[in-house]
């Protein structure tokens, strides 16, 4: 007797089932991709106990005629394929002819649909891969499909379903994605009668990023445009400032398709980095327009994940984020609503400001709060974390040697400042939008800590040390990529021993940094003479080499040697800019402003802390009820 044997109908169904459909969200995926491929305007989902009891998805698409609706519950049956070249030039989000007859399989199913000018549609009536029913039905033209008791002949599977409102939320989350994917198109959820969304007049990415996401998202936008070499881009990214603490916020769309691309979300993450504080993610929506023949969409069941034929397309989009982030030189608005609250405001800045350090906390709101109040937390944060360690004092009018010659301070007049700014308003949210800062005339300094400075009628709230540290992180970087960092020979050498494991990091991560700007010397078992450290340093040499030694002591992740080197730069700028706590003359207060306008970003320090607020004029006017 032979061995190998043929699977049933239904069994078959069931297993392919397994692969397409995992949970009522994967119902509720496949068949709004039909309803989308069907060129529905209009698609309502109604949903009962988060889909595990029932689901429904109702269209006014195309309809299907009775041999169609027959057809449709056949495996492999589709509309979209004929031959296998076909999948070369697919435009569908549906292609397989799995969807339907994998939902059969697992669930009790109604099929109603009629095409437009037919006067009657088709009822069809499914169990288990079985054929109930079929009549003829008055229904508007459009599909409805009910889906009721998923997973009732598979009791194993319905045991890894989750609670209704978990299941609920992934539904919704799923109807997100398809309306940024297709704004143009009317969706509306509803979970036990009440309605969770309705995106009818909602018809452009930035609303409904707002209506999803809120203003403070709104006003953040940076909006991306450009024709590639084999294709074109359009969506929106958002400033620095403005982060989230996953990346379920981030959204890629190749030719209307969600997708899940490790290289695109790796060219993101790395345009990101040292402008936004580290495990923190940006909002983005990209749309981006294919050949379908550069791309292979059948790799997996659930046709979420993408191979790219030609990575040459990743590498563009790479460069591309890179240069829009780095164009954008927008000064964020600190929300009123934060701000002016009356008989609010500390008697004082404590003197225990903190600077930050590599292990610094991110100013933004705690982790165990909830998504939408740490959306809304404003990041400027004036709460003591630490006691400084009293520091020297190093002048800033002097630029380090070598590097690009800046601008010369001069103290600006209130006459020669009036028409330097130009202000857009965005919704709750109003930014600058300008190649740099304008021409400010500084103010003051608060708690030697801010510098305060005006232009146009706006104030400028400036946090002087993380301005100089990503002044120094700039410039330092410039000096690496030409050739060497500018080093300082050290009068007395300073003596350094270290553990084995400390001289085994030694060895692997600091030795070969000379280019950067650092000498040591090997002068005994485990014992080092540190001979020279970059010039920006301000401190103890010892200080700074012992800080980044327990940096890389504190990594718990295997770090490359361009890892090491941004770590270096990072940390050597941070240890060289001026503190908090630090008085400033009004010279070197507006030496470091002119510098912050030279620099590629004003937005935020390489850790990702915000380095400059504004205050629009009629805000403060308001505050003092003086509008």
Do not use: W
Not at 84 to 89: R, Y
Not at 295 to 316: C, G, M, T, Y
Not at 370 to 385: K, L, N, R, T
Not at 458 to 469: P, S, T
């Amino acid at each position: 007797m032979s061995k190998i044997h043929l699977l049933d109908n239904l069994t078959a169904n069931q297993i392919a089932a397994g692969e397409v459909i995992e949970r009522p969200a994967s119902v509720v995926k496949e068949l709004i991709e039909n309803s989308i491929d069907a060129g529905a305007c209009n698609i309502t989902v109604a949903i009962q106990q988060g889909g595990l009891k029932q689901l429904r998805i109702q269209d006014d698409g195309s309809g299907m005629s009775k041999e169609d609706a027959l057809l449709s519950v056949k495996r492999h049956a589709t509309s979209k394929l004929k031959v296998i070249d076909d999948l070369n030039t697919l435009a569908t989000l549906g292609f397989r002819g799995e969807a339907l007859p994998s939902i059969v399989s697992v669930a009790k199913v109604e099929i109603v649909s009629r095409e437009s000018g037919v006067d009657y549609g088709t009822k069809l009536l499914l169990e288990g891969n079985a054929l109930i029913g079929v009549e003829p039905v008055g229904t508007p033209a459009g599909t409805a499909i009910t889906v009721s008791d998923l997973f009732y002949n598979i009791p194993a599977r319905k045991k890894f379903m989750r609670s209704a409102g978990y299941e609920a939320g992934l539904i919704h989350e799923l109807l997100i994605h398809f309306s940024l994917s297709h704004p143009q198109i009317n969706f509306r959820l509803f979970h036990d009668g009440s309605e969770l969304l309705n995106t009818a007049g909602v018809n452009s990415v930035p609303d409904l990023l707002e209506l999803f996401y809120g203003h403070n998202a709104r006003g953040s936008l940076i909006e991306l445009e450009a024709v590639l070499t084999e294709g074109e881009i359009s969506g929106y990214l958002t400033l620095p400032t403005y982060h989230r603490v996953n990346r379920k916020g981030i959204h890629f769309f190749i030719n209307s398709r969600k997708v899940i691309a490790k290289e695109l979300m790796l060219t993101l993450t790395e345009a990101y980095e040292n402008v936004m504080p580290k495990g923190r993610s940006p909002l983005a929506v990209f749309h981006i327009r294919l050949d379908p023949a550069l791309i292979d969409v059948n790799v997996h069941p659930s046709k979420l994940e993408i191979r790219f034929r030609d990575l040459a397309i990743v590498r563009e989009l790479a460069q591309l984020f890179k240069e829009t982030l780095q164009r954008q030189k927008t000064v964020p608005l600190y929300q009123p609503s934060n701000l002016y609250r009356p008989f609010d405001f500390p008697a004082a800045i404590p003197a225990g400001l903190s600077e930050s350090s590599p292990a610094g906390l991110p100013l933004s709101a705690p982790a165990d709060f909830p998504v939408s109040v740490q959306e809304s937390f404003g990041s400027f944060d004036i709460q003591a974390s630490q006691q400084l360690r009293p520091s020297n004092r190093q002048s800033i009018l002097q630029p380090p040697p070598n590097s690009a010659q800046q601008q010369e301070p001069v103290i600006k007049t209130d006459a020669t400042i009036q028409n330097d700014a130009t202000l857009q308003t965005v919704e709750t949210a109003v930014a600058l939008k300008a190649s740099s800062l304008p021409e400010l005339r500084i103010i003051g300094q608060l708690a030697a800590t801010f510098i305060l400075a005006e232009a146009a009628g706006e104030l400028y709230i400036i946090d002087q040390h993380v301005a100089h540290e990503r002044i120094i992180f700039e410039q330092l970087k410039q000096q690496a990529s030409s050739g060497s960092v500018d080093s300082q020979l050290l009068l007395h050498p300073v003596p350094l021993q270290f553990t084995a494991l400390e001289e085994e990091l030694v060895i692997q991560h600091i030795l070969p940094l000379t280019e950067f700007g650092i000498i040591l010397e090997h002068f005994g078992p485990r014992s080092y003479l540190l001979r020279a450290v970059p010039t920006c340093l301000t401190g103890e040499p010892e200080d700074f080499f012992q800080a980044l030694l327990q940096q890389l002591t504190n990594t718990n992740k295997k770090l490359s040697l361009t890892d090491i080197k941004q770590e270096y730069l990072i940390m050597a700028s941070c240890k060289g800019a001026i503190k908090a706590n630090q008085a400033l003359s009004p010279e070197e207060m507006n030496k470091l402003v002119c510098d912050l306008r030279a620099s590629n970003n004003l937005l935020t320090c390489p850790h990702g802390r915000p380095i400059i607020y504004h205050i629009p004029h009629k805000d403060i006017l308001k505050a003092f009820h003086r509008n």
